[in-house]
Each structure stands twice: as C-alpha cells, then as structure tokens.
C-alpha cells in the first residue's frame, strides 16, 4: 500500500505545487508597402509571438498528478545456471537485483514555450494575372518540454555501476523542463495565375533548414536528451523536417450558373442547385525525412 499525503500536510504552501501563467503578452505586427505603383511591386513583412497553453495537454496533466494515482514497474528476465529467475505462474521476483521503479515530475515553475515567427515577402506581377512570390520564412521557439532524467550519471569509460545513481532506488527520474530550441529559416517561391474566369493555379517551392535538439514532434514534450549533461550536443537536422518541398494545385470552375457560359440567367433555386461547383487538384514532391 502506498501511502496517500496532500501538499498541505506536506507543509507545502497553497498554489505553490503549480504556478500559473495569466499574464502573457503575444504580439504581432505587419506591414505592406508597393515599392513601384506602375508596376504593383509590393513589399510585405510580418512578426509574431506565440506560445502554448502547455498545461492543458493530457501528458502534462498526467504527469502533474504523481504517484499513486499514476506510475509503473518494469521487469527485465534473464537466464542464470539455465533458468529464468521468474517465469509463470509467479511473473515477477520477490526483489530486484536492479531499481525497476522509474518517477517522473514537472518544475513548478515550467514556462510556457514560445515560438517567434517573421517573414519578409516581395510580391512581383509578372505578366497577365500572374505573381510571383519570393520570401524569407522564419521560427526561433525556445523553452520545448524535454524530459531530462535526473538519475542518469556522466558519460565514463568506467563500467556502469548502480552506486553511479543520484537516487539508487530509481531506474530513472524524469524532470521536464523548459530545456529545448528549435531553430527554422526558409526560402519560399510561388507562383499564383489565373486564366480566363474560371482557371486558378498556385504553385510553390521551399527551401528550408531546420536545426533542433527537440528530436520528437507532435506531443507535449520531445526525446529525452542522450547526454543531460550536453544537451547541445542532440542539436542538429530534424529529422522530421524535408528540407526540399514543391507543390502545384490548381481549381477549375464549372461554368455554370449566375455569371457563367451556361445558366447565366437562372433563378436563384437553380442556381443553388448547378452553380459554384468546381474540379480541383493538387501535387507535392519532397526530399525524404
């Protein structure tokens, strides 16, 4: 039975198990400025900030609940003389040669992660209903979750022995924190046409760099880091990111209905009823991950 202790009669003071962010400031500016009025060239520019409700996702919560409502226990067989130290019907041994109990926690303090985002754009017509794009796209996020196991010793040519262990009794003690950057800069090329009335293509090309030591994507927190004591030393290419991007669409509509080659002269009823409707197609190549 694990016993059950709330933060008061740990003497821990109230709200300070957690503290919140209400304050955060997110601001975002643009320009547009046409560079030649002849020619309709125009400059455009942009800066934001953004974060992360980071408390919200279901891993934090999860995390910030604690034993014993959560937590797990892992077992690893091996043979000795010929046999295995547990096997059914009694699956686990009576102590480990080894701490099996890993603990996981988060810093009361944890920041909310931040991304800043820029760009700078020159939009060029170039011929008849034709522009072309040509722009520098940018992100710096700082303050990624990384769960950094506390319990993990320096790296050593020296064989591993568990006196090594901050906390023996653990197999690893996770602590996420605000510990992971991402850097990414592109190039981005498109190229938007119309013909006639009822023809659209856009098409575009990136070319990007992506440098992290976050290695994972898509959840509330990245990999822990190979070495906590140098975590510069995970930085480098996401592998999630291609750096060479192209895709191509285009949207054809139908010509019938109000204003259209056929039915231009239709009541509403039918016009709802064989207007707006168009074909439409789209195409990417990309470099592997």
Known sequence: IVPVETAAEAGYPS?????????????????????????????????GLYGDNVYASAGIAQLGKGGPFTGSATFTNKFSNGQPLFSFPQPFLSSGT????????????????S???????????????????LAYVGTASRGLLLPINL?????????????????PNYQAVNWTENAGVDNYNSLQISVRKSVG??????????WNSNLTDDRTAGSYQGAAPENRFCLG??????PLTRRLYYYVNGHYLLPFG???????????????IIGGWGIA??????SGL
């Not at 080894?98 to 992660?113: D, G, I, K, M």
């Not at 017509?125 to 522009?131: A, E, F, K, R, V």
């Not at 009335?197 to 990136?206: E, Q, V």
């Open 281 to 286: 197609g789209e195409g990417t190549i990309a």
């Open 115 to 133: 991304t800043h985002q820029w760009y700078l754009a020159i939009d060029e017509p170039l011929g008849p209903n034709t522009i072309v794009t």
């Open 15 to 47: 709200g300070s198990l957690l503290f919140s962010h209400y304050l955060n400031f997110y601001p975002r500016v643009g320009f547009a400025y046409r560079l030649f009025p002849k020619r309709g060239t125009v400059l455009r520019g942009g800066y």
């Open 233 to 238: 030393c995970d930085y480098g290419n996401n």
């Open 98 to 113: 080894h701490a099996t109990q890993t603990a996981a926690a988060l810093n009361p303090h944890l920041a909310v992660p």
């Open 197 to 206: 009335r009822n023809l659209f293509l856009d098409s575009g090309f990136t």
């Open 151 to 167: 319990n993990q010793p320096p790296p050593s040519t020296i064989s591993f022995s568990t006196t090594e262990l901050t906390y």
């Open 258 to 272: 109000r204003g259209q080659s056929f039915f231009s002269d239709t009541n509403r009823l039918w016009n709802g």
